[in-house]
């Protein structure tokens, strides 16, 4: 069984910055791409940033281009997303998900496994 599980979320002001982390337990972590997600209240699930198995590939929301860094660290089984200057519209329940269908995707549907989420809450 797949578990998933983020970490590092928080309450920021407006112009700061977060890191998220979320490890994988289940599947074997370098064979797959995995993505990091949000959802805020009364929006649909939207997909953010996506890195390929072996990090070499990264793609981005054009809502977070230039601001989020999304990166991994096979040794570690871990995936992180760096977030800098934050804006209150960042605000949302944050998910990293794994085990896509095909490759790198901002698709919710396209992955198997999620986490629980971690809330990210910017302030003006």
């Known amino acids: 069984q797949v578990q998933v599980v983020e970490s590092g979320g928080g309450l920021v002001q407006a112009g700061g910055s977060l890191r998220l982390s979320c490890t994988v337990s289940?599947?074997?972590?370098?064979?797959?791409?995995m993505g990091w997600f949000r959802q805020a209240p009364g929006k649909e699930r939207e997909g953010i940033s996506t890195?390929?198995?072996?990090?070499?590939?990264?793609y981005y929301a054009d809502s977070v281009e230039g601001r989020f860094t999304i990166s991994r660290d096979n040794a570690k089984g871990e995936l992180y997303l760096q977030m800098n200057n934050l804006r209150p519209e960042d605000t949302a329940v944050y998910y990293c998900a794994a085990d896509p269908v095909l490759g790198p995707s901002l698709r919710p549907d396209d992955y198997r496994s999620w986490g629980q989420g971690t809330q990210v809450t910017v302030t003006s």
């Open positions: 890195i390929s198995w072996s990090g070499g590939s990264t």
């Open positions: 289940g599947l074997t972590f370098d064979d797959h791409a």
